[in-house]
């Protein structure tokens, strides 16, 4: 029983840290337009219209993670987001390269991602507002 309480704290806890603080740059974005999402665009090429993706994975796809909602499917959504971050920014080096502090620069959307792939591999757990049936994006 603790270990299967251990389990869902720790979900929970995934869930709060990568849903709950990955809102916060949904909603900046969404308080100080979109601007620089769409030039990262221009810059690689892709259509402008993709920056509607950026308040699904970073609002949407995150409350639902912060609230156990579709939690498969809405980390697959933030995986992808941060995937395409990676992309575009890797072109002008700002994922390899080192800061000051001596990480990566890109190494916060490296934890999104990560996070958001292990919540696709472990689910909600317990502590969440829906549970669905065991399938693979529920």
């Not at 809405?74 to 990480?103: C, D, E, L």
């Amino acid at each position: 029983m603790a270990k299967e309480l251990n389990g869902d704290l720790g979900k929970l806890i995934l869930r709060v840290s990568t849903g709950g603080l990955l809102i916060f740059h949904g909603i900046a974005k969404l308080v100080h337009g979109h601007e620089p999402v769409r030039h990262m665009l221009a810059v690689n090429n892709l259509p402008d219209y993709l920056w509607l993706g950026v308040p699904i994975g970073e609002i949407i796809a995150p409350l639902c993670l912060l609230l156990g909602i579709f939690t498969r499917l809405s980390s697959v959504i933030v995986a992808f987001t941060m995937f395409m971050t990676i992309y575009m920014t890797s072109k002008i080096g700002a994922v390899t390269t080192f800061s000051q502090t001596g990480g990566l620069t890109g190494e916060m959307n490296l934890l999104y991602l990560l996070g958001a792939l292990a919540l696709l591999f472990l689910g909600a757990g317990k502590y969440s507002v829906y549970r669905g049936n065991k399938g693979l994006f529920l």
